[in-house]
Nanobody, 122 residues
């Protein structure tokens, strides 16, 4: 079992920045790829980005490329999502997920956090 706990969400004005954190507990070695997804009201959950254990394989959705950065601290078992130049369309609940390999498909991730709300005002 892997438990994931997200934090860092909040309300920010357009153009601002936020950093989300995802702390992992339990048998984290069993699923060492981490991903971020988001879900806006009335929309499907969509891929944001993912990173493997070494950090050598990183993938981003086109909508966030150049604005968002994923990083991880292996010693702290924590993954971060630095979000810059935020737009109102980035408003969503952001979820952290754990899986075996980098993938854009939410079905490839076995463990999920509870989510953290990000709201970007115009």
């Amino acid at each position: 079992q892997v438990q994931l706990v997200e934090s860092g969400g909040g309300l920010v004005q357009a153009g601002g920045s936020l950093r989300l954190s995802c702390a992992a507990f339990g048998r984290t070695f069993s699923r060492d790829t981490r991903a971020w997804f988001r879900q806006a009201p009335g929309k499907e959950r969509e891929f944001v980005g993912a990173i493997n254990q070494s950090g050598g394989d990183v993938s981003y959705a086109d909508s966030v490329k150049g604005r968002f950065t994923i990083s991880r601290d292996l010693a702290k078992n924590t993954v971060y999502l630095q979000m810059n130049s935020l737009k109102p369309e980035d408003t969503a609940v952001y979820y952290c997920a754990a899986g075996l390999h980098v993938s854009r498909e939410h079905a490839d991730y076995d463990y999920w956090g509870q989510g953290t709300q990000v709201t970007v005002s115009s």
